[in-house]
Nanobody, 125 residues
Framework: QVQLVESGGELVQAGGSLRLSCAAS???????FGWFRQAPGKEREFVAA????????YLADSVKDRFTISRDNAKSTVSLQMNNLKPEDTAVYYC???????????????????WGQGTQVTVSS
């Protein structure tokens, strides 16, 4: 079992950048990670994922030219670099982990067993 704690969310102006971090308890080598976000009144949606063992990274179409997901196994952290932020990026961002991931369903919330409590990102226009 892994525990996740997100940090880095804050208020930023449109066009700005933020880097979110997800600190995991214990080693993360055997976990794939995802970032999801949930805006008020909307469902939680996939943002980005990184598969374990060099399995690649995946991004939602809405962020693929602006966001980057990365991991540091030595530090047990997963990061989401967000550039050129837009007001529509405003949401609570959640880090999630899975020890078993099916590539075809990597964007599905149901694939992830472990979740952090989220960090608020607010982008002002």
């Amino acid at each position: 079992q892994v525990q996740l704690v997100e940090s880095g969310g804050e208020l930023v102006q449109a066009g700005g950048s933020l880097r979110l971090s997800c600190a995991a308890s214990g080693r993360i080598n055997n976990y794939s990670f995802g970032w999801f976000r949930q805006a008020p009144g909307k469902e939680r949606e996939f943002v980005a994922a990184n598969r374990k063992n060099g399995g690649g990274s995946y991004l939602a179409d809405s962020v693929k030219d602006r966001f980057t997901i990365s991991r540091d196994n030595a530090k047990s952290t997963v990061s989401l670099q967000m550039n050129n932020l837009k007001p529509e990026d405003t949401a609570v961002y959640y880090c999630a982990a899975s020890s078993t991931i099916i590539l075809s369903s990597i964007r599905s919330r149901a694939q992830y067993a472990y979740w952090g409590q989220g960090t608020q990102v607010t982008v002002s226009s």
